[in-house]
């Protein structure tokens, strides 16, 4: 048994509610929570998912550095400038 005077009350038919209706009955430490998502109308759960890609990530990536495959990146530049000074000092 738990120890006397020490754990939260347990409420074992506590409601949950979502937009003000009764949507699952579970065990908590509080007698009712209000929720804005659950698994009933949460996108994912109910296969209305819709994905928004209107620039793809990857699309736009490609544009970016296609252009630069052949030249050397910026920092390959400037790591070799950095090696040559080193030795000159030398």
Do not use: L
Not at 11 to 30: D, F, H, L, R
Not at 57 to 67: A, D, G, L, Q, T
């Amino acid at each position: 048994m738990p120890k006397a005077g020490i754990h939260p009350e347990w409420y074992p038919e506590a409601k949950v509610y979502c937009n003000g209706e009764v949507v699952m009955t579970i065990g908590s430490t509080q007698p009712e929570i209000h929720v804005d998502v659950w698994s009933g109308n949460h996108p994912f759960f109910t296969g209305t998912q819709k994905i928004i890609d209107t620039e793809g990530r990857v699309e736009r990536f490609m544009r970016k550095y296609s252009k630069k495959e052949g030249g050397a990146s910026p920092s390959t530049k400037s790591s070799s400038k950095s090696k040559s000074k080193k030795g000159k000092k030398k």
